[in-house]
Structure formats: structure tokens, C-alpha cells
């Protein structure tokens, strides 16, 4: 077993190499499928003979393990991905003459209708911050900011000043592969990061610090996504809402607010950013559930 994690390792090792160096992926993504790889390689250490000649049977059982270790559909789903990524490489290198993997298929995975808040429910997070909270400005700031453009946590977190274009009312984000786009700004949003410029953040970084983000932390370093995803948390607590309530989701809600209102899907893919129009028609479902809702409520014969 101890030859099989050995060359398994050296094969993970290559397979993190060509995503960074030759196709290019962020490293955020990068350190993702490493984590997802880990997963295989604690599985394959004591279930496989071979890994470069996998039966659809093993693969199979590698699932059910993921779902013993208590993994959420999506974030199987997920390593499945990782794991057709990862063989594919290995086809890609001779490495194995054919790739068993690519008969696992999990549709219904995929079909999770993300978790959105009502306007109101928006509304109160937002407002959620108060002004005795030491670093209020610029935590309301973050949670219009994450509404208004609909953006990933790490966006947000590595918004640069030069990318706010505030007088004009947009910013740029750089999203996924690296990929710019041009979001609007709404005037909350705008007034609140005005604020926090103006009278928060030049008494948190002070020269000569370099840091070059919009958002920081009270030692003026770049905010991680971490803390973000701790302030929407307390947020959300202290406004009521789900306990799952998470940056993710105020992405989830601009997207479906926007479609609920009339905007087009194409539109909607390309202020998130979404590089096929199927992730974004998952909103369309969200909205479609709404509606059935509203139906059986109001409906004589719902």
C-alpha cells in the first residue's frame, strides 16, 4: 500500500502542476481540487490495488465514502469533478488507457436550489450593522458592496481601490481564471464604501503600509475570506436570519432578485460572471419555486 500512496502522491503532485502552469486555473481553484484530491488519497490508500486501473465498482464505493464522512451532495458532486479532472490528466499523460471515471455521472447532485432571502430579509442584514460596532463603516460597506454586485467572497476581499469607480458607479471584478468584468454600483452602495474611504480605512492603514485592497482588517492587512465569512455570520444572527445565511448567499439572492424583477439571463450570467449560461439558469429554478409558493398561498385552488 505504501508504493500505491507513494506514486498516487507524485501523480497528484503533477496533476496540481498542470492545472496552475498549464491551463491556467486561479489558485484559490488549485487549492480546492488539492483538498478534494486528499480526500481520494485517503480513500485509494486502503482500497485500491492500483489507481491508474480503477473499476467503475471501487469509483462507486469511493462516493459512498464521501457520503459516510458526511459530505453534502454538492461537495461530492464537486470531488467528482476533481477526480474526472484529475484522470483525465493521467489519459492525457499515458498514464492510464482509459479513464473508468467518466462512466460516474450524478445529475441529480447538481440540481440543489441555492439558498436565497427575500428583499426584506436582505434588507435587515444589511441594516445589521449599528453604529456603536467598532469597525461599523466598513462592515456596512462589505455587506452592500456583496448585494450590490452579486460578487464570490474572494472578489470582494481582493477589490483593489484602482478597481472603484465610484463617480461613475461601478467597479471591476476579477473573477474566476482571472477574468475581468464591469459591475454597477447602486447609490447605497456607493455612499456606503464613500463613507468608510473617507473616514474608516485611512485610520486603519497608514503609511507606509502598501495594501492596495478596499477592504481590510483593524492591523490594516487584507481582509481574508475567513473573517468575511465570520462578519455575514454574525450579521445574520444578529438580524434573524438562517443559520446557513453565508457570503455565497447574498450572491445567490442578487441573481434572483435581478431575474424576479425581469432582467434577461444573459445579462444576469454576465454581471456574475459565469462562464456557461447552465450555472446561471440554477436562479431560474429558485425563482420558479418561488412562484409555486406564492401560487398554493394566494391560489382559490392552489
Given at each position: 500500500m505504501a508504493d500505491i500512496a507513494?506514486?498516487?502522491?507524485?501523480?497528484?503532485?503533477?496533476?496540481?502542476?498542470?492545472?496552475?502552469?498549464?491551463r491556467g486555473l486561479a489558485l484559490n481553484s488549485v487549492a480546492a481540487y488539492g483538498r478534494d484530491m486528499r480526500h481520494f488519497q485517503e480513500w485509494a490508500s486502503g482500497a485500491l490495488r492500483d489507481h491508474l486501473q480503477p473499476t467503475?465498482?471501487?469509483?462507486?464505493?469511493?462516493?459512498?465514502?464521501?457520503?459516510?464522512?458526511?459530505?453534502?451532495?454538492?461537495?461530492?458532486?464537486?470531488?467528482?469533478v476533481a477526480l474526472k479532472m484529475f484522470y483525465r490528466f493521467l489519459r492525457l499523460e499515458e498514464r492510464v488507457k482509459q479513464n473508468t471515471v467518466e462512466l460516474l455521472s450524478s445529475p441529480k447532485l447538481w440540481q440543489r436550489i441555492p439558498q436565497v432571502?427575500?428583499?426584506e430579509s436582505v434588507d435587515r442584514l444589511l441594516s445589521a450593522p449599528r453604529?456603536?460596532?467598532?469597525?461599523?463603516?466598513?462592515d456596512r460597506a462589505l455587506l452592500e458592496t456583496l448585494y450590490a454586485t452579486g460578487s464570490r467572497a474572494s472578489e470582494v476581499v481582493h477589490l483593489k481601490l484602482n478597481d472603484l469607480y465610484l463617480d461613475s458607479g461601478f467597479c471591476k471584478?476579477?473573477?474566476?481564471?482571472?477574468?475581468?468584468?464591469?459591475?454597477?454600483?447602486?447609490?447605497?452602495?456607493?455612499?456606503?464604501?464613500?463613507?468608510y474611504?473617507?473616514?474608516?480605512?485611512?485610520?486603519?492603514?497608514?503609511?507606509?503600509?502598501d495594501v492596495d485592497t478596499v477592504f481590510v482588517s483593524r492591523g490594516g492587512k487584507t481582509l481574508t475570506r475567513e473573517m468575511l465569512w465570520v462578519l455575514v455570520k454574525?450579521?445574520?444572527?444578529?438580524?434573524?436570519?438562517?443559520?446557513?445565511?453565508?457570503?455565497?448567499?447574498?450572491?445567490?439572492?442578487?441573481?434572483?432578485?435581478?431575474?424576479?424583477?425581469?432582467?434577461?439571463?444573459r445579462t444576469v450570467q454576465e454581471l456574475l460572471g459565469h462562464?456557461?449560461?447552465?450555472?446561471?439558469?440554477?436562479?431560474?429554478?429558485?425563482?420558479?419555486?418561488?412562484?409555486?409558493?406564492?401560487?398554493?398561498?394566494?391560489h382559490p385552488r392552489g
Open positions: 507513494t506514486t498516487l502522491a507524485g501523480d497528484v503532485a503533477a496533476f496540481r502542476q498542470y492545472i496552475q502552469a498549464e467503475v465498482r471501487q469509483l462507486t464505493n469511493y462516493l459512498g465514502f464521501l457520503k459516510e464522512e458526511g459530505l453534502a451532495a454538492p461537495s461530492i458532486a464537486r470531488h467528482l432571502l427575500n428583499p453604529e456603536d460596532d467598532r469597525f461599523y463603516l466598513r471584478c476579477t473573477g474566476k481564471g482571472s477574468k475581468q468584468r464591469v459591475v454597477p454600483l447602486g447609490q447605497p452602495a456607493i455612499l456606503a464604501i464613500k463613507n474611504l473617507s473616514s474608516l480605512r485611512p485610520l486603519l492603514v497608514r503609511p507606509p503600509s454574525k450579521y445574520a444572527r444578529r438580524a434573524g436570519l438562517p443559520p446557513k445565511v453565508s457570503p455565497h448567499t447574498l450572491r445567490h439572492s442578487f441573481a434572483t432578485h435581478l431575474l424576479s424583477g425581469g432582467a434577461d439571463l462562464a456557461n449560461i447552465r450555472t446561471t439558469q440554477h436562479y431560474t429554478h429558485v425563482d420558479r419555486d418561488r412562484l409555486q409558493g406564492i401560487h398554493r398561498k394566494f
